[in-house]
């Protein structure tokens, strides 16, 4: 404890354990990050919305864009009804995808401007910020301002030593990250799949610290 400052319940856990999952973790002290993702029609996402908010210790949540303006503002709606609302981010466009992949499911653009496309939306939509990767975090800065919320996956420690078999495509180091601007780094594998978690942990953060010249309070999502 005490070196994630908020921790990323996703799609693996949630499946497992539930909505008990966020509680057990809600009542040792850190935030949640709701990774759901959710993508369905605006009633839908707007009534999970509401379910989720109920939950105790949420600080973020979040939605994919794909699901359009309507599914988008229904969302932000929900939230803005609530008292200490979590932050309500846009997926993008998956860490994983490249140009080439994007092309394989219809989107002609480069990974970047369909970021910035999507991330456009989701702010005229009523968002709090986008998930996306280190690589947009500047365009988005520029474009929708320094309170726009980056969460940025694809995190990895010393990226051009990345293994082959990792699945992730746009990445950067966590120093990196934090130079180009983003708010939160999602952080999983590097951690979790460590010899040493804490060690492979410290060692972010002080790399993180070492890039915005603070201490470790920078805030890291663990996953």
């Given at each position: 404890m005490g070196l994630a400052g908020i921790f990323k319940i996703g799609k693996q856990l949630?499946?497992?354990?539930?909505?008990?999952?966020?509680?057990?973790i809600a009542s040792l002290g850190s935030g949640v990050f709701l990774d759901l993702k959710y993508h369905d029609i605006p009633?839908?996402?707007?009534?999970?919305?509401?379910?989720?908010?109920?939950?105790?210790?949420?600080?973020?949540?979040?939605?994919?864009?794909?699901?359009?303006?309507?599914m988008l503002q229904a969302a932000a709606a929900e939230l803005s009804t609530?008292?200490?609302?979590?932050?309500?981010?846009?997926v993008t466009v998956l860490?994983?995808?490249?140009?080439?992949?994007?092309?394989q499911v219809g989107i002609l653009a480069s990974p970047a401007v369909e970021v910035l496309r999507?991330?456009?939306l989701a702010k005229k939509s009523g968002l709090d910020g986008v998930v996306c990767s280190a690589h947009e975090v500047k365009a988005i800065r520029r474009a929708l301002g320094s309170e726009?919320?980056?969460?940025?996956?694809?995190?990895?420690?010393?990226?051009?030593?990345?293994?082959?078999?990792?699945?992730?495509?746009?990445?950067?180091?966590?120093?990196?990250a934090i130079r180009a601007g983003a708010t939160?780094?999602?952080v999983g594998r590097p951690i979790t799949g460590a010899a040493d978690p804490v060690a492979a942990a410290l060692a972010m953060l002080d790399?993180?610290?070492?890039?915005e010249g603070a201490s470790r309070k920078t805030r890291v999502a663990g996953r």
């Open positions: 949630f499946t497992a354990e539930g909505p008990e999952a966020v509680r057990k009633n839908t996402v707007a009534c999970a919305v509401r379910n989720a908010a109920r939950l105790p210790g949420l600080k973020l949540l979040n939605v994919h864009t794909l699901g359009g303006p309507q609530v008292v200490d609302p979590p932050k309500l981010l846009g860490t994983s995808m490249d140009a080439k992949s994007l092309k999507l991330a456009k726009f919320v980056t969460a940025v996956g694809g995190v990895r420690p010393g990226a051009k030593l990345v293994s082959a078999k990792d699945d992730q495509s746009r990445i950067m180091s966590p120093g990196e939160y780094l999602i790399e993180i610290a070492e890039a």
